[in-house]
């Protein structure tokens, strides 16, 4: 697979990266563990090298398959992580703690879950408030000098945020949403990201699974998944939104792909320094999300989704209040 750089310090990965939080939470129970862990090593075998996780998804549950699937891949892989939240068995709602003291003990269980001497790209979960991003910045600026962190990252941070810390420690990537799904990153985000000389990492680069054309308004999610709660994914949204998802299946059929693929392709064809990550549980899936990084679209095929894609208004808020209350303004 191709690679790309993040930051000015040339983080190298592939093109495509995997986003594994679906095997813990989200988007209904866990599968059997033999399985993710196949599915994780699958990919490193077909040539993902950056993997994201967090200390948060399903309790340390996550980082714990992560480090175990990756174990025996150790210098050949990047892996992800992020700080943030105060306590990770109660997950998001227990609220955010970017303290220092938080976040040193994050990174010192982290290493041990993942199996590593060092993480290789830290990210800040959700802007703290309560902490000045210059003292988070300073923290971890301090963990790379002990050489327990590589490179410092951001999630859902705005431009402001990002030029404040990036100041004290230089960014090495921002992760936030971004899709044909939710495009708010074109406006201030990824101009920010481009003069500061900043890597970004798309996550729900597929919409929730919502840009792959397999999910309509008769869709059933199972009780644990989070779509449930999501105004953008209730019926009558789902079947507005639909338009969406015709545009890349017209452009799929004329380049023998997927929607899935369109929408990935999409995004590697806005800037070379963007990275999305994909998730998925299954070998199929992985395989078709990798295929994206082959699919090649013309200026006239970019131009013919921009033209289509301005007459859609897409229909219902990303996340539920609660959620988007964390998200830095």
Not at 14 to 20: L, V
Not at 35 to 55: H, K, N
Not at 181 to 206: A, N
Request: proline share 6%; with cysteine.
């Amino acid at each position: 697979m191709q690679k790309r750089k993040l930051g000015r310090g040339g983080l190298e990965v592939s093109a495509i990266g995997f986003g594994a939080m679906g095997m813990s939470q989200s988007y209904g129970p866990p599968g059997p563990r033999e399985e993710s862990i196949r599915v994780l090593r699958a990919a490193v075998e077909r040539g993902v090298t950056f993997f994201d996780t967090a200390e948060v998804y399903g309790g340390g549950h996550n980082e714990e398959l992560v480090g175990e699937a990756l174990a025996p891949y150790k210098g050949r892989v990047v892996i992800a992580t992020k700080f943030g939240f105060k306590d990770p068995a109660a997950g998001p709602g227990a609220g955010l703690d970017s303290s220092p003291k938080r976040i040193r003990q994050v990174v010192e269980t982290s290493l041990k879950r993942l199996r590593v001497d060092a993480i290789d790209l830290l990210y800040q979960h959700r802007v703290d408030p309560a902490f000045a991003i210059e003292d988070v910045a300073g923290t971890v600026k301090d963990l790379i000098a002990e050489g327990k962190v590589k490179n410092f990252g951001l999630s859902e941070a705005s431009a402001k945020t990002i030029r404040r810390a990036n100041a004290v420690q230089p960014v090495t990537a921002l992760q936030s949403e971004y899709s044909l799904f939710w495009r708010e990153p074109e406006r201030e985000i990824l101009p920010t990201c481009e003069e500061l000389g900043i890597g970004f990492v798309p996550f729900s680069p597929l919409g929730k699974g919502f840009l792959t054309g397999k999910i309509d308004e008769s869709t059933t999610f199972d009780s644990s998944d989070f779509r449930n709660t999501v105004p953008r994914f209730t019926p009558e949204n789902r079947r507005a939104n639909q338009a969406i998802v015709d545009v890349l299946a017209r452009i799929a059929d004329r380049k023998k792909a997927t929607p899935a693929q369109i929408a990935l392709a999409w995004l590697l064809a806005q800037k070379p320094w963007i990275v999305p990550i994909p998730g998925t549980r299954k070998i199929e899936r992985l395989e078709e999300n990798i295929g994206a990084a082959s699919v090649q679209l013309t200026s006239g095929d970019l131009n013919d989704i921009e033209n289509a894609a301005s007459t859609i208004t897409i229909k219902g808020a990303r996340y539920a209040e609660a959620q988007e209350r964390m998200i830095d303004r």
